[in-house]
């Protein structure tokens, strides 16, 4: 796929990391697209593995990874807010060498989780709190509230986490008040404006 060559051509760091996963993803007969800025990886319209380059390492990401046993102990989750992708990192290309056999085992046993039609049990927004500095906001505007409840879960808790991961009430309270406007406008967090 262009789209996949082109992203490989341009990567400085990773490059014979990535060609090598893509090769072993093929070889699964995977389906080759670009998503997300990354080539992913799909057996019948379903995502299975993403490839990723970070600064320390690179990855291979599987979608519902959670659902996969992992019988050689390799999946991280990448934050405990990921709730079904994990990764396997590596750090050279002979690591992926040696566990080329493993790896495509565990893309194999995607794939079967795909056939097979297994979800994720995702946890509800409304597991999630609500942060003190937030429900504040929403007593004194209830506009906000109303619009924050009318974005969808993913949106909602994409708020809620961000929000959240602030250690300091101040930090809380300032996420908030430059969050109001997307908010308001039906937006997520990372939602670019069109």
Known sequence: MEKVNQYIEKIKNWKDESILLREICLECSLEEDFKWMHPCYTFQGKNIVLIHGFKEYCALLFHKGALLNDV????????ENVQSARQIRFRN???IIDLKSVIKAYVFE???????????KMKKTSEYGIPQELDEVFKNNPELETAFYNLTPGRQRGYLLY??????SKTRISRIEKSIPK????????????
């Open 183 to 194: 908010i308001l406008e039906g937006q997520g967090l990372n939602d670019r404006e069109v």
């Open 72 to 79: 050689n102990n390799l999946l991280i989750q990448q934050t």
């Open 163 to 168: 929000f959240l991961q602030a250690k300091q």
């Open 110 to 120: 995607a794939i079967e989780v795909e056939k097979a039609g297994l979800e994720v």
């Open 93 to 95: 290309k002979q690591e």
